[in-house]
């Protein structure tokens, strides 16, 4: 991002003390360049707030009609444990820091054709497999 022509500014400052975190709006003047990336933002926000990227989260960035102006949000958090407990899990996988646990297809199909077999809140206890 080494390029001067983008400036980031931050407006609707607020310090979160019960989150842990600070929180703004994020203004991106890149006049006749394309959308610029997040982690370029993250980078540079860190820069300002005095701290590493991996605490902030940005996010919800629209362009303006005709370009060369972008809005989002963004997230500075005081440590990595408070951002991990307090950020939703979406979020956290798109860090890197947070995985799915998801079965393979097969059994999840198994498990879709066993509920189908009962009604109600029996649904519920299908979970297990026999053998």
Same mark, same amino acid.
């Given at each position: 991002? /080494?390029?001067s022509?983008? $400036?980031i500014?931050?407006?609707?400052?607020? $310090?979160?003390?019960?989150?842990?975190? #600070? !929180?703004?709006? &994020?203004? +991106?003047? =890149?006049? /006749?360049? %394309? $959308?610029? %990336?997040? $982690?370029?933002?993250?980078?540079?926000?860190? !820069?300002?707030?005095?701290?590493? %990227?991996?605490?902030?989260?940005?996010? /919800? *960035?629209?362009? =303006?009609?005709?370009?060369?102006?972008?809005? /989002? *949000?963004?997230?500075?958090?005081?440590?990595?444990?408070?951002?991990?407990? +307090? @950020?939703?899990?979406?979020?956290?996988?798109? =860090?890197?820091?947070?995985?799915?646990?998801? %079965?393979?297809s097969? !059994?999840?199909? @198994?498990?879709?054709?066993? !509920?189908?077999?009962?009604?109600?809140?029996? #649904?519920?206890? &299908?979970?297990?497999?026999?053998?």
């Open positions: 991002m /080494g390029d022509a983008v $400036t500014r931050t407006r609707k400052f607020m $310090t979160n003390r019960l989150l842990n975190r #600070k !929180q703004m709006v &994020v203004d +991106i003047l =890149h006049p /006749g360049k %394309p $959308t610029v %990336p997040k $982690t370029d933002v993250r980078e540079r926000l860190a !820069q300002v707030y005095k701290t590493t %990227p991996d605490v902030v989260f940005c996010f /919800g *960035f629209r362009t =303006h009609f005709g370009g060369g102006k972008t809005s /989002g *949000f963004a997230l500075v958090y005081d440590s990595l444990d408070y951002a991990k407990k +307090i @950020e939703p899990n979406f979020r956290l996988q798109r =860090h890197g820091l947070y995985e799915k646990k998801k %079965p393979s097969k !059994q999840r199909k @198994e498990r879709k054709n066993r !509920q189908k077999k009962v009604r109600g809140t029996a #649904k519920a206890k &299908v979970g297990t497999g026999k053998k």
